[in-house]
Every structure is written in structure tokens, then in C-alpha cells.
């Protein structure tokens, strides 16, 4: 049973950080944040007196590690199985950066905690089903941001099909599809439905010879937090410029044969979501290129990617818009293409195919869907895309 101290501490935790976005970049923004709140007399920015040893706010601190924790002292870090991180005070050598790190068959309502698979930083080779469950830590908190700060599992087949791995989230109240390859950097939102935990559950197969391997951050978002995903977002970016890429986008091919003996596919089947990104204050409109490096592949989405000499694929002109792109495409809303290759052409919102002209898109939020169906056939050596954004200033076109 809990006690009475150990509860009121995990009020703190939770109602003090449920605004929060977690992440090491964002750590002047987030203190911002709960200053304010603090500022504003808000309830959920009280301070509370730890011990006898006098006061210190848990305030989101980075651990020696790297690893986002909570600034809490020694013994109630030790007291919920949390691991020391260094110092985080300047008030009391009595507190420590304190990180939740939890494996398969856990749970947690705290915020700030992170799932990884047994034996993280090392790899995991067995097979079987390791789930992990998170509960809101109040009403308050409407979402769960999950940052793949490590999430590498085994290809999909060549079809697309998550068979040998698969991580799937479900108890949300939004989609997660199903999602297994390399995607390192990744992360989703999925939204809580009431007080109900959300599960997340990886599972593998034994035998294969990836380095199988997943350190998942899981943040809880309070429904007043500036960093809430928009309805219909299962992915927020919130910088002003940056790289967005399909799930399981990769620099090499996907090493599975399709059953038509075919270089197999990295996109994986059946994927419906919407990328989203946070308009910057005085901007107006985005666009969406092929990133500088890493030209070649960065947009093959439907087609055989095989045809086309490497030096070739990507290009604009390679590239399919409209009624024409039924199977697997991206949705980019009002799209404006400006391109003297494509001079002339009217597009509408639908791309497809193997090559990207730069697209500017002027509709808020920004955001680009991924549809992708139920089967990778006939198409061959896809890798999904991999696009830089970049967002205008309102002089610039809108
Ligand atoms: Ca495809």
C-alpha cells in the first residue's frame, strides 16, 4: 500500500511535470514553463518540504547520463527504485538527478521514465512478449509523448509486414500503427482515453541476429501544455525547421526478398497517421524538400525504385501527384510547387512515387499525412521518405 508520503510525492511528480515535455533541448523552455505556473499560484506549481533538510524543487534535471530525471532528494529516489544521476541542487548535496528506468513487465504512473528492453544499453536477443503500462498520473494529463531515444527491431518482411519484431501501443484513446525496424529518433503521441493506462508491448522472435534493442521515454503531457499534440498529430515536431522521415526510413535497403524475389520494402504496411508541425510565431507557410545528403532514396514511396539508375531517384520528376497515386502516398495540404521542371503541372495534395519536387504548403497546423496500405506489392526496394522542413517568413508567399 502506499503511503501516505510516498503518495503526496507522487502528486508532486506528476502534477509539477505533467506539463512538461520531456527532452534535453527543450530544458530552458520546460523550466519557463513551470516557472510560470509556479508564478501564476497554480496548483500544480507548489513547492513541498522534503525531509527536514528544507526545500527543493523537483524540477526536471539532465543526469550525468544524458537521460532526462527529476531532481529529487537521495533517499525518495531510492525509496521508488530510481537510479542516482548526479547532483541537481545547489541547495543540498542531498539530491540527485533521479532517472526511472523500468523493463518488461512494469508499470508506472510517474512521469519522466524510461522502458528499455532487459539488459539496456545491451542487446536483447530472445523472443517472447515484454509489455509495459503507463497510467496518467492525474486528470490533468490528456497525452503521452513516447521518444524512441533507442527503438531498433528487426525488418519488416518484404511486403512491409511487421512479422519477425512488432512494438504495438494500445488502451489510447488515438491510433499507433504497428511499427518494428530502425527508429532511433522517432517518437509518437498517443492520447490517453480518460484515466485508462496505455500499454506498450514489444514483440520478438528468437533467433534473429539484430541488435535488437529499445530505450523508450515516455512524458506525460498535461492537456494545458503548449507541447499537446494537436488532434489527428500521432508526431509533433516543435522546431522551427528540421527532418521528418516515415517510419523505419533507412540508409540501406530492406535486406528481405518480397515474395516475388524482389528487394524487399523498409515502409511498413498499413499506416495511417498524420505528421505535424508546430507553426513558429511569424511564420507562414512550410516547405518540404529532400534533405541535402541523403538525396538518393529520400522519397520512394511507390514504384519500383529499381528501374531508375540511384543518381536519378528523388528527383521531382520522378515523382506522381493526384488520382494517379492509389496505394502509398503522403498528403501535403494546398501544395505549391514552384519549380521550373514543373512548370505548367497542376498538382493536387496527393504525392507518390519515387522523387519530390520542393512543396510549400501554407495550411496550419502544418502537417503531412502518411498513408500507406495494406500491402508493400508490387512495389520494390521503397524506403518510405525522408524530407527537410523548413518554415517562411509571411513576406515570403503568403
Ligand atoms: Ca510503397
Redesign the pocket.
Known amino acids: 500500500m502506499r503511503s501516505g508520503y510516498s503518495a503526496m510525492l507522487w502528486l508532486i511528480w506528476c502534477v509539477l511535470f505533467g506539463s512538461l515535455r520531456l527532452g534535453a533541448t527543450l530544458s530552458a523552455i520546460l523550466q519557463n514553463e513551470t516557472e510560470f505556473e509556479l508564478a501564476a499560484g497554480h496548483r500544480q506549481g507548489r513547492l513541498f518540504p522534503f525531509y527536514t533538510i528544507g526545500r527543493i524543487a523537483n524540477v526536471p534535471c539532465i543526469a550525468s547520463n544524458g537521460l532526462q530525471g527529476t531532481c529529487l532528494i537521495r533517499g525518495e529516489c531510492a525509496d521508488n527504485q530510481g537510479i542516482f544521476g548526479g547532483s541537481c541542487s545547489t541547495l543540498t548535496t542531498q539530491a540527485t538527478c533521479c532517472i526511472f528506468s523500468r523493463t518488461c513487465g512494469g508499470s508506472t504512473n510517474l512521469n519522466s521514465t524510461y522502458f528499455t528492453n532487459p539488459g539496456y544499453p545491451g542487446s536483447y536477443n530472445d523472443g517472447g512478449t515484454c509489455t509495459f503500462t503507463i497510467t496518467p498520473c492525474s486528470a490533468s494529463v490528456c497525452q503521452l509523448r513516447i521518444d524512441f531515444r533507442s527503438l531498433n527491431l528487426a525488418q519488416p518482411n518484404g511486403e512491409?509486414n511487421c512479422l519477425t519484431d512488432v512494438l504495438t501501443i494500445t488502451g489510447g484513446s488515438s491510433a499507433v500503427p504497428q511499427i518494428c525496424g530502425e527508429n532511433t529518433g522517432q517518437h509518437v503521441y498517443v492520447n490517453f482515453a480518460d484515466l485508462n493506462p496505455i500499454t506498450i508491448r514489444v514483440s520478438t522472435t528468437a533467433g534473429s541476429t539484430v541488435d535488437r534493442m529499445w530505450n523508450l521515454q515516455l512524458s506525460q503531457i498535461a492537456c494545458a501544455s503548449q507541447f499537446r499534440a494537436p488532434e489527428g498529430c500521432l508526431q509533433y515536431y516543435l522546431e522551427p525547421s528540421g527532418v521528418i522521415s516515415s517510419f523505419n526510413y533507412g540508409f540501406g535497403a530492406n535486406p528481405n526478398l518480397n515474395s516475388l524475389g524482389a528487394t524487399g520494402?523498409r515502409?511498413i504496411a498499413g499506416q495511417r497517421y498524420g505528421i505535424c508541425i508546430r507553426a513558429a510565431p511569424d511564420r507562414c507557410t512550410i516547405t518540404y524538400s529532400l534533405p541535402t545528403t541523403d538525396g538518393s532514396y529520400a522519397f520512394?514511396?511507390?514504384?519500383d525504385a529499381e528501374v531508375l539508375d540511384p543518381t536519378l531517384i528523388g528527383m521531382g520528376i520522378f515523382g506522381e501527384n493526384g488520382d494517379i497515386c492509389t496505394?502509398?502516398y503522403v498528403v501535403i495540404p494546398s501544395p505549391v510547387v514552384t519549380d521550373v521542371n514543373a512548370a505548367g503541372a497542376v498538382f493536387t495534395d496527393r504525392f507518390c512515387g519515387l522523387g519530390l519536387f520542393a512543396v510549400t504548403s501554407q495550411v496550419k497546423p502544418f502537417v503531412v499525412y502518411v498513408v500507406?496500405d495494406d500491402n508493400?506489392e508490387p512495389?520494390v526496394a521503397?524506403r518510405?521518405f525522408r524530407l527537410a522542413y523548413s518554415q517562411n517568413a509571411c513576406t515570403l508567399g503568403a
Not at 520512394?300 to 514504384?303: I, P, Q, Y
Open positions: 512491409g520494402t515502409q520512394t514511396v511507390s514504384g496505394t502509398d500507406w508493400e512495389d521503397n518510405g
